[in-house]
């Protein structure tokens, strides 16, 4: 059985959480979605930020967030690989 990401033809997407310094999370919360393949950006609790990057483009925008001034780290948090219709997919 076909899943509905593939059904649709959507393209899946990763949520990368990145962590900045506090001095400078507003600066890296306006350059991320200048970053090609980012979706959108959100904050997250903990003084964090959510970007959703689409799954082609995780490699090159983790390089390019990661390279960010006041960036600590950029860490994939997880996927959207149809976890709600597929329980055997979830990580």
Excluded: F, K, Y
Aim: charged share 20%; net charge negative; aromatic share 2%.
């Amino acid at each position: 059985m076909a899943s509905a990401a593939a059904e649709d033809d959507s393209p899946a997407a990763a949520c990368l959480l990145v962590r900045a310094h506090p001095a400078r999370i507003d600066a890296v919360a306006a350059a991320i979605p200048d970053i090609d393949g980012v979706d959108r950006v959100t904050a997250a609790p903990g003084g964090r930020l959510v970007a959703t990057v689409w799954c082609d483009h995780v490699a090159a925008a983790l390089g390019a967030i990661t390279a960010l001034p006041g960036v600590l780290a950029v860490s994939i948090r997880d996927t959207s690989l149809d976890t709600q219709t597929d329980p055997e997919n979830r990580a």
